[in-house]
C-alpha cells in the first residue's frame, strides 16, 4: 500500500481537514458535518495527535455549535468583523454573491474541500486582526447563518455604498459599521 494512491487521496483529505479544524478548537460535530468522521474517530484522533505529543493542547469545547446570529450585529466592531469574514468567503469561493445581497455556496465540489475553503477563510481572518473576536465556530455559525438560513446577508450603506452584513429580520438603518460609528462621533449627528 502506497499512501499516494488515488485510492486514499480522499482519505488523507478529510484527515488533514480534520487535524486542520482541530487545531482551530472545532467542536466534534462540526468536524463531522465535514468529514464524516465518527465521533469516536475525532476523539482519538485528538487523543493521538495533540493531548500526548509535542503539539500545543488544543481547547475542546463541548456541546452544540453556536446558531445565534445576532452577535454578528449587536455592535459596530462585531458587525464589521463578521462583514470581512463573509468577504473572505467569497474571496476563498466558500460562497458567491448574489445581486440582491444573498449568498449561497460556492463551487467547492465536496463537504471536505468546503470544509478547507472555510479554514482558509478564518485564518486569513485571523492573520488580518491583532485580536479577533471571532473564533472558529462562530465562523462557521457565520457561514451557515449566510447560505444554510439565509438569516444574514449584504446590505450596502446608504452613505458610502460599502456592503456590510446584516440581520435579513432587524430594522436597517442602512449604514455599515464604519459610517454608523463615524455618525456617533460627529457631533453634528442626531441620533435616531
Not at 505529543?53 to 475542546?60: A, F, K, L, N
Not at 439565509?150 to 446590505?155: C, R, S, V
Request: charged share 25%; net charge positive; hydrophobic share 35%.
Amino acid at each position: 500500500m502506497r499512501v499516494t494512491d488515488d485510492r486514499y487521496a480522499g482519505e488523507l483529505e478529510k484527515f488533514d481537514l480534520a487535524m486542520r479544524m482541530i487545531g482551530h478548537e472545532a467542536r466534534t460535530g462540526t468536524i463531522r458535518a465535514c468529514t464524516g468522521f465518527t465521533e469516536d474517530r475525532v476523539r482519538k484522533l485528538v487523543a493521538s495527535y495533540f493531548q500526548h505529543t509535542g503539539r500545543s493542547p488544543v481547547r475542546r469545547r463541548r456541546g452544540k455549535s453556536p446558531r445565534q446570529v445576532a452577535p454578528f450585529v449587536s455592535n459596530g466592531q462585531r458587525q464589521a468583523e463578521a462583514t470581512l469574514l463573509a468577504a473572505l468567503f467569497i474571496y476563498c469561493r466558500v460562497t458567491r454573491l448574489q445581486a440582491d445581497g444573498a449568498v449561497t455556496r460556492g463551487d467547492a465540489t465536496s463537504r471536505v474541500e468546503e470544509g478547507h475553503r472555510v479554514c482558509q477563510a478564518y485564518e486569513m481572518y485571523r492573520s488580518l486582526l491583532t485580536a479577533p473576536a471571532l473564533g472558529f465556530e462562530w465562523t462557521w455559525n457565520l457561514y451557515h447563518a449566510l447560505v444554510v438560513s439565509g438569516e444574514l446577508y449584504f446590505a450596502w450603506c446608504a452613505l458610502c455604498d460599502a456592503p456590510y452584513v446584516q440581520d435579513r429580520y432587524a430594522l436597517d438603518y442602512q449604514r455599515c459599521p464604519a459610517c454608523d460609528q463615524r455618525g456617533s462621533d460627529h457631533p453634528d449627528s442626531v441620533s435616531a
